[in-house]
């Protein structure tokens, strides 16, 4: 792919596939375009794990296609530090001006690390870059058309590519919208809302539940402060894992934010905190991990890499931390266990090297065929709300609801999974409006 848009044959990047073939191949529709989300995720990975869990006749009519991402994995990819233990393991929420200026110094180290060893591509790593991707991939496996499904960030790279593209598009279902008019503070304060959320949905089902390895005798939240009070002032160590990090509120709060992301891992963070509460972090740091990207031999995927040099390129960012300790100030009342957490995240971009190059805006992607976007009710990482809004914004927008916990829908309800599986094969586009319980 050329590296850069703008100058077509100064540089190209790799971009990596994979193709699992149809399996009727004389009833071939074409192929199926998936991305996962992150940023940051590899779509190669995605096939090469999940294909098996993909309906039948999806594999029957459609080469199913994954792709990394420029930046990504097995794509040309960006590295910034090897082992991210170090930076892991920082309080996300600093109690303190001690705790703050070691977020920022860590944020600054990082992105100076960012520069120095990607300088020839970070400057190419937006989504607006990927959606021009996708349509030479689109080409490049034979299609006329497009047919894609997109998971949470993946919504953004099909809705620009709709923009950008909208009479090659053939179907494209959007699962987990993200709302491309919301500036990043605006969009770390509905994620902060979001998990809380989730978290209290999560800590009132154990309260009502005896079998729930954190009931706590009905008191699962004030268990719950009283545990991550405890991890905050004095890190637990893991010994069933053979490893030496301890628990801190850098790693268990991350444990928390990732099992929130599914209600079927609703039980697993239970029992977590349940051992937690005995002093092994065991199963914090094991649910922690994969969720940053940290591998069983201790090295990491590219996979925050990846993520940064997107979100810095994409949304542009205060250079004062000030601003930021300031939003984390004004969702404290809205969200008092991750406003820091959300405010906070995006604190490398502060310090980045190259220029924001997007700009938030609501896109109607005027003259594309009809376009499914599902919200789930009680989506942590992608409100549902947003999936209201981009399917306003989308003149062919149709919304489909699924009332349910965890960020998107397709895998966890068989209503919605049916009901992008009919259009993606048929084109048979579902009512405005539908709601799957």
Known sequence: MPRDYAAPSDGYLNISLIRAAATDPARKIGSLLLNPGGPGASGVEFVREGIDGFPDELRERFDVVGFDPRGVNSSTAIRCIDNLDGHAALDPSPDDAVELEALVESAREYAAACASRNDATLPYLSTDAVARDLDLIRAAVGDDQLTYLGFSYGTLIGALYAERFPERVRAMALDGAIDPSLDLEQFRSDQGEGFERALQAFLADCAKRTDCAFHEDGKSAVAFDALMASIDRNPIPAPRTGDPRLVGPGLAWSAVLGALYSESYWSLLALALAQAQDGDGSLLLAISDPFRGRKPNGSY??????????????????????????????????????????AYNDLVCAFWSVPAQGTPRAITADGAPPIVVVGTTGDPATPYHWAEALSEQLESGVLVTYNGEGHTGYSDSECVQETIDEYLLQLTVPEDGLRCD
């Open 301 to 342: 995927s590219n996979m925050q890499d990846a993520y940064v040099g997107n979100t810095c390129l994409d949304y542009p960012a205060p250079t004062d931390v000030k601003v930021f300790t300031g939003w984390a100030r004004a969702l404290t009342e809205a969200a008092p266990h991750f406003a820091q957490f959300v």
